[in-house]
């Protein structure tokens, strides 16, 4: 959209109202076609010359009206089916979009305005200025060499990883890794996979839609139960070990040793998602499990907490005798990322960008994480604080569920713990997920205050 396919005029002295009109005249008159994606609200602020707040509340009550919809993670756009009716046609109905919320605490997102442009431009710049003519053809299903030496050094220094780069095979997101796994599991006769009982459900779904059969397994403040690994007997177990997802305990050392132990009796293999190992506050990093046997751990990285998600960068740490199967299965068609990424990254992690980044972003979130906690203790418990990008909230005598429609009253979208629980989990923990990094510097208070707000008994609260 350009702004000038907006009559503005002169705003006034009511600026929202005068830009709500701008805006249903624009669509009315079709100046502004159905699914017309908007500016983001800081931009329309800076080029309006507006408050990016009176934005923001113009675009969710024209969401509320049906003249627009937003969608997490894609922006605002004009409604499909806002326009008026001409003379004589039945009217349309506004779209039933859900509303789009001023603030996110979700879970399991950094805080993608920090994103290090400039080095990332530099490196990119450097990576297609010195590639050689052969990086531009099909890439090599493995990974490019120089990114596998590079993460394989990272690894080793940052979590303590045993791997050389031909362990190393790169992929796009842990969630490509996880697939490439689950395939190469049922292929090789496994056919149940165990899991935390809470989890992620699009990794859950994944295994499922390999064909695997998952099983939870107790998590307590010690991390995952493993004890039980014996009675269910699958043949593979995926956890987080270094911070539990999204609980977010680290697994106790005794049960480290002792799930370890169980691979090797019973010929098994440990899943490791070590999704945000580099971002822990309270205590020395946890190194990863897979530091104590590489043979019987696969392990999941990935560039999406400690850069950005869109970047779509993993890596799996495969033991010697699987990287074939892993590296067949992902087959020549299936090369998800693209020379370029990949030469950035080896490059941006040789020139000390990366370490750089991890740190600068680790005390951007610990000082949120010591605000949240100083803002909301003295209102509920927060747990699962000592690394990561979340913590865990829960008030007694209100349900996660409650506290989530308090929070849609209050404009905030959080993460009930239920939305993370396995559907056979016999748990009774309860409460939200409530994610910290995500928010820009701008937007990080109000969503503070929002919460603030979701958690004491004032009136606007209450109910
Ligand atoms: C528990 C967990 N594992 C892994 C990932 C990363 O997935 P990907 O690398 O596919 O973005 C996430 C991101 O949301 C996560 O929450």
């Not at 004589?88 to 920090?114: F, K, N, T």
């Amino acid at each position: 959209m350009n702004t000038l396919d907006l009559h503005v005029g002169r705003l006034g002295r009511n600026a929202r109202a005068g830009l709500m009109d701008a805006f249903r005249e624009a669509i009315r008159t079709g100046r502004l076609a159905p699914g017309t994606r908007l500016p983001s609200s800081r931009v329309l602020a800076n080029d309006l010359g507006l408050g990016r707040n009176t934005v923001v509340r113009a675009y969710s009550e024209l969401i509320n009206e049906g003249w627009l919809m937003g969608q997490h993670g894609s922006g605002t756009e004009v409604a499909r089916r806002a326009a008026e009716p001409a003379p004589g046609r039945e009217p349309p109905r506004p779209p039933r979009a859900r509303p789009q919320l001023v603030h996110d605490l979700r879970p399991g997102r950094p805080d993608l305005s920090s994103f290090p442009r400039e080095e990332w431009i530099r490196a990119v710049k450097r990576t297609v200025s010195t590639a050689p003519f052969e990086a531009f053809g099909y890439t090599n299903p493995h990974g490019r060499s120089e990114l596998r030496e590079v993460i394989a050094r990272y690894l080793a220094r940052a979590r303590g990883l045993r791997a050389r780069a031909g362990n190393v095979v790169v992929c796009g997101g842990a969630a490509e890794g996880l697939r490439l796994v689950a395939a190469v599991l049922l292929k090789a006769g496994v056919t149940t996979v165990a899991v935390e009982e809470f989890g992620l459900q699009t990794q859950r779904e994944a295994l499922l839609k390999a064909g695997l059969d998952v099983v939870p397994i107790p998590v307590d403040a010690d991390g995952a139960d493993v004890s039980t690994l014996d009675e269910v007997a699958p043949g593979a177990v995926l956890l987080t070990p270094s911070h539990q997802f999204p609980l977010g305990v680290a697994l106790h050392s005794d049960r480290r040793a002792a799930v370890v132990d169980w691979a090797r009796r019973r010929g098994t293999l440990i899943i490791e998602d070590d999704y945000d190992g580099e971002f822990r506050y309270d205590r020395s990093p946890v190194g990863a499990l897979q530091g104590l046997d590489h043979d019987h751990v696969i392990y999941l990285g990935t560039a999406s907490k400690s850069l950005a998600p869109g970047l779509r960068l993993g890596w799996l740490v495969v033991p010697d005798h699987l990287v074939g199967a892993i590296v067949a299965e992902k087959g020549w068609a299936e090369e998800t990322v693209g020379f370029v990424n990949q030469l950035a990254m080896t490059d941006f992690v040789e020139s000390g960008a990366y370490d750089r980044h991890i740190r600068t972003m680790r005390a951007q979130y610990r000082r949120r994480r010591e605000q949240l906690v100083g803002m909301i203790a003295q209102h509920a418990r927060v747990t699962g604080m000592s690394a990561g990008l979340h913590v865990v909230v829960d008030q007694p005598g209100r349900t996660g569920a409650e506290l989530v429609r308090r929070a849609a009253r209050e404009q905030l979208t959080v993460e009930p713990l239920d939305f993370f629980r396995h559907p056979a989990s016999t748990s009774d923990r309860d409460g939200m997920a409530i994610g910290f990094a995500a928010p820009s510097a701008s937007a990080w208070s109000g969503a503070l205050d929002a919460l603030v707000r979701t958690l004491s008994n004032d009136r606007r609260g209450a109910g």
